[in-house]
């Protein structure tokens, strides 16, 4: 249970609900921390809302955008994101084992810019304010400076979604861990307080 009260979706206004129903159908499996954060229906509408848009854009590719969101929520200990954006990854084309040595120096299955966009993820997380040009101008080589703007946008914002899920415990949905599984995924390393470690 979270920390919080949880918010059912027909109690709130129209447009706030309609971004509710079309998150949890068209996202991904998200129902428990959408009622959360539909405590602020502005948060939910504009937060869940540009997802969904950037999400129809497709402007950075899936697989790159999902190495980068499993990099850091392994980083940040998030059990929520990890087991929600795992299968997501090994979708991608990846197996288990570059789920399981995501972080490790060498990733099975990753080519030079699959590392490249997770040493970027591991770089804007935990060492942004010492970045070196030298990764840009690698990035810059095979990304747009849009895409490269909406790459670490999105990275900054799962560390955002990493301390809102955990700080407030949004419970995991049913057949999420499953699902990681299913996938050949697991959370062992990963402790948070969604299993009730801390």
């Given amino acids: 249970m979270p920390r919080i009260s949880e918010i059912e979706p027909e109690t709130l206004p129209a447009e706030s609900s309609e971004i509710f129903y079309k998150y949890v159908n068209e996202y991904g499996p998200f129902k ?9 229906p502005p948060v939910l509408r504009h937060i869940m809302g540009l997802l969904l848009e950037l ?6 590719p899936k697989r790159y955008l999902e190495i980068a969101l499993v990099t850091v929520s392994k980083i940040n200990a998030c059990e929520y994101c990890v087991a929600h954006h795992g299968p997501r990854m090994t979708r991608q084309g990846f197996d288990a084992d570059a789920f399981d040595q995501l972080l490790d120096d060498q990733v099975p299955g990753f080519d030079d810019i699959d590392l490249l966009v997770r040493d970027y993820a591991i770089e804007v997380t935990n060492n942004f304010q010492y970045m070196r040009d030298e990764i840009f101008e690698r990035l810059k080589i095979h990304f747009s400076e849009e895409q490269i703007f909406e790459l670490t946008f999105r990275i900054a914002l799962c560390g955002f979604f990493n301390r809102v899920n955990d700080a407030l415990q949004i419970s995991m949905e049913d057949g999420v861990v499953e699902d990681l599984v299913s996938a050949g995924g697991s959370l062992e390393g990963i402790s948070n307080i969604t299993t009730g470690k801390i």
């Fill in 55 to 60: 999400q129809k854009e497709a402007v950075l």
């Fill in 32 to 40: 428990n921390q959408a009622k959360v954060f539909a405590q602020r």
